[in-house]
């Protein structure tokens, strides 16, 4: 069983205001993830990050960030939400043991966030 | 232009007959695949996967098959039952592609039907 917790699950907030989408892991995995996703589509990898003081852009450009100072905890900001970032963001996490160990990401159940 | 493809946006199966998903992958980097399933408003739990020097892997109901040849992998459920209506995504990765990033699909929505 995995654990991986986000909140909100679920935020209806205004434009331009900033928000933090948080995520933390109690299984110790150095490796963590954020995907954004709209329905009937794929998930698209925003950031990721190997560890603690690193973080990487994804494959989809995103304006958003990203911090790991603990490696429990990958909290997301937007400095201003726009409408063009309603969607679902689902954070993950890995583990490094063995090669292919490392493909199977545990993931959160997401928050789905509506910017109005 | 995506890598991994679930051309079937949907599927229904009648509860106990066999449920058959298929992905196929455009990028012969990949060497390993693995099917995620997600029920609404949760987050995609990992469900089986395959190297790609195998062509079959099973657990349980669960069995999936690897064509290298063809870029083609499938899914297979039997006997499909109602708690397997979900959102199944393929997903593909490779030494080659570093980090251990995850390319995925649409996904295909199983319905099963009582």
């Known amino acids: 069983e995995a654990d991986i917790y986000q909140t909100p699950r679920y935020l209806v907030i205004g434009t331009g205001k900033k928000i933090t989408l948080e995520c933390s892991q109690t299984?110790?995995?150095?490796?963590m993830y954020w995907y954004q996703q709209d329905p009937g589509m794929e998930l698209h990898l925003i950031h990721y990050?190997?560890?603690?003081?690193?973080?990487e852009k994804g494959d989809l450009s995103s304006e958003s960030t990203v911090s790991r100072i603990r490696t429990e905890h990958f909290p997301l900001t937007l400095e201003s939400a726009r409408p063009s970032h309603t969607s679902q963001y689902l954070c993950?996490?890995?583990?490094?043991?063995?090669?292919?160990?490392?493909?199977?990401?545990?993931f959160g159940p997401g928050t789905r966030l509506t910017v109005t | 232009d995506q890598q991994v493809k679930q051309n079937s946006p949907s599927l229904s199966v009648q509860e106990g007959r066999i449920s058959i998903l298929n992905c196929d992958y455009t990028?012969?980097?990949?060497?390993?695949f693995l099917w995620y399933k997600k029920y609404p408003a949760e987050g995609p739990t990992f469900l089986i996967s395959?190297?790609?020097?195998?062509d079959k892997n099973e657990d349980g109901r669960f069995t999936v098959f690897l064509n290298k040849s063809a870029k083609h992998l499938s899914l297979h459920i039997v006997p499909s039952q109602p708690g397997d209506s979900a959102v199944y995504f393929c997903?593909?990765?490779?030494?080659?592609?570093?980090?251990?990033?995850?390319?995925f699909g649409t996904g295909t929505r199983l319905t099963i039907i009582p």
């Open positions: 993950a996490s890995s583990k490094t043991a063995g090669r292919h160990s490392s493909y199977e990401q545990y």
């Open positions: 299984m110790g995995h150095d490796k």
């Open positions: 990050s190997y560890g603690v003081n690193s973080t």
């Open positions: 990028n012969s980097m990949f060497d390993y």
């Open positions: 395959i190297s790609s020097i195998k």
């Open positions: 997903a593909a990765s490779g030494a080659n592609f570093g980090n251990e990033k995850l390319t």
